[in-house]
Structures are given as C-alpha cells and as structure tokens.
C-alpha cells in the first residue's frame, strides 16, 4: 500500500515519537550524513559586499594619510578560538594622479590560515577633495585651544557632519589618535548631526603640547538584537546590545565612491601656571677655601620656571629659617 507524502512524513514521524528502532536509524544516518558532508575547515573568511573595494574612486587630491575606505570582513568558521568579523580602515600612502589606476590586491586570513584574496583597483578623479570634505562637514574646527586645567568632561568644541541623502539614517562619527577625547552626538537638523568634543582625561602641556586627532564619518543603521534585516551580505556589529549595519557617508558618486570621509584636527594644550620652577644646576654640596674674602662667588645655581608655554622670570633667595649659616651668604636675586 502506498503513503503520499504528507502521510509518509506523519509515519516517520510516529515512528521516531514511539523511540523505533527504525527510527532511531534513521536520525543516526541522517546525522552521519551531515556531519561527513561539513568539512573541518570549509569556510574561507569572506570580505563584506558592502565594502570589499572592488572599484574605488577617489579625487587626485586627497592628503596623503588619508583614511580612504573601512574595509569588513567575516569568518563563519567554528573552531575555536572564534573570530566572526574584522574592520580594517585603508590609508592612502602616496599622491594619486587624475585619471590613473592603480590595481592591488587585498587579503584576510582568519585563524585557521584560511585567506580571501581580492583584486581591486584605485582611480584617481578630479581633485575634489576640499569640496567634497566642505559638503561632508559643514562646520568645523582647524585648531582648538584647551587650557591644561579644563576639567575632564568638557565640550571643547563641535562639528557639524551631514548625512548621505541616499540613507535614511544620521551620518555617525567616532575620533581615533588619542584616548584624551571622544564625540558625543546630537540632532542638530534633519540633514545634519552636531558632534562635539569632549575631554575624557585630564591634560598636562609639559607632557603633551599638541594633539592631532582624525575624525571619521560613517553611516550606521541601529536594529534591536534578534531583529533580521530584510537585506543580506551586510555585516552586522553588536554594540551594547544593538547592532549596526554601516552605509556610506556623504559622498558624490561620480566622482568619488569613499565609505568614510574623514578631516583632522589639532587640539594645543594652553599652559597655566600651575607648575613650580625647578633648578638646572644647583650642586649638593660645596667645598669652601679658607682663603676667601667677602664679595668672592662661591657657588652659582641656576634654575627655570616649569611652566614652559610662558616661562616667568625667575627670583632667586636664601632659605633663613633654621639656618643659622643664612647671615654668611647673600643671593643675587636675578642671577
């Protein structure tokens, strides 16, 4: 007697409810068949579709350092230890020409040795980097000056970056150079974002006079955990319980095709005078001639104020507390 399908299914199913021996057979060829067919190491790392740089575009003038292209990649491998994605931003290291290309190759290996190699190629366009930084940021700062004593936790300045008009979310912007700072946003209109400056530790201009930071701009979409974006072959970053998918910032495509604009920025730190001079040359210990006269040089010292972003003058004088040898010496004041 034959059993169509849906009452063939119902059959097994009956079966391996009541714990069959037949049942039980077939779960365990069924999994011997899963498991022979899923080699140890089957899955090669795979660069994003979204930002693998196949064909990148980018104007002829842009600073040599800049950050050009964020580069992502995942490794769906199970072994352990476990590495399931990786960013990687692209420098551009020399002056690029108009309308040349440049073909090179970019890799990832994950932690089995396994590696994707894919070949990509640069153009150089019109020199339209100034505008295209100008339309990226609206309104930024070339140099900032931070007193030394500003308190940890305040606004330096702010930026105002717009969003890429093909994406429906805020353009989203992080700072890399120094863990002094960080960016902390806000809806400054419905095309733009105010990013401002905030000091997160305290500064000291005898350590450190000038800091240059570089601020990039990327496009992020926020889901809850467990939501499943309609769209696939996008990477996808847990933060704090969110995750992220990134788009391209502000950017004209013909003639420029970057997925991350980026400027930079010098903070000067502003000396105050909260530090003491401190002496240069002032030996320990001094041994006297018994041949001295009143008016002789016995010793000279010499010292210089710690505050050196504006250095006062120094006075020099003679501690006569507790010193009962204070009344043989007299201290030029300046010298």
Known sequence: MEVGPMRGLEAWRRRLAWGGRG????????LAIIFLSIPVSANFPL???TARMRVLLVP?????????????ATDSDFDYP????VNANVHLRRSLREGIKYDFRISVTDTSGDTTVVDCTLRGTTPTATAAKAAAFPRYPGLVFVPEDKKVGSVLDYIIARKNPRNARHVHLEVSGSDH???KHSLASPETVNATIILTQPLDFEEQVVYRIQILATCRWKFQRGYEPISTGIRLEV???FLYIFKDPYVDLETD???????QLEIAVVDV???PPRFLLAPPSTHLNASLVPGDVVLRVHAEDGDRGAPRAVRYGLLSRRNPFAPFFRMDETT
Request: overall charge negative; proline content about 0%; aromatic content about 12%.
């Open 23 to 30: 049942g039980s057979l077939f779960v365990g060829s069924l």
């Open 82 to 85: 476990l590495h399931f994605d």
């Open 60 to 72: 002829s003038d842009t600073a040599v350092g800049t950050v050009v292209y964020r580069l992502r």
């Open 239 to 241: 933060i704090q319980d």
């Open 273 to 275: 005078q909260d530090t």
């Open 257 to 263: 095709t970057r997925n991350i604009a980026g400027l």
């Open 47 to 49: 660069f994003d579709v």
């Open 181 to 183: 700072f960080t960016i």
